[in-house]
């Protein structure tokens, strides 16, 4: 009923910035929390980032300064600059979307998208 498409990542040198993006489509009534995880080899997933229907945010401490979570509502989108890349950001970077579906649905249904991969060179 949703999907959510990951782009823009890629191969980049470290100290470079990358923009990712996220579009949801679908059934959708309003999108609540939007989010990024990562997951590097051999790693658990870990939550990077995270922003509220109402544009508040927050951050891993390990991305703080770096990372820049962005939203736009009418687009159903959300971003995630990436600055000063190192190294040990290399991951498949994952969006994660809280969907409601209706106007009288009552729950609401959390939705990922396939990743995309981000490798930074040394």
């Known amino acids: 009923q949703v999907q959510l498409v990951e782009s823009g990542g890629g191969l980049v040198q470290a100290g470079g910035s990358l923009r990712l993006s996220c579009a949801a489509s679908g059934t959708i009534f309003r999108i609540n929390a939007m989010r990024w995880y990562r997951q590097a080899p051999e790693k658990q997933r870990e939550l990077v980032a995270t922003i509220t229907s109402n544009g508040y945010s927050n951050y891993a401490d390990s991305v703080k300064g770096r990372f820049t979570i962005s939203r736009d509502n009418a687009k159903k989108t959300v971003y995630l600059q990436i600055d000063s890349l190192k190294p040990e950001d290399t991951a498949v970077y994952y969006c994660?979307?809280?969907?409601?579906?209706?106007?009288?649905?009552?729950?609401?249904?959390?939705?990922w998208g396939q990743g995309t991969q981000v490798t930074v060179s040394s």
């Open positions: 994660n979307a809280g969907i409601l579906h209706r106007s009288f649905s009552t729950q609401v249904v959390d939705y």
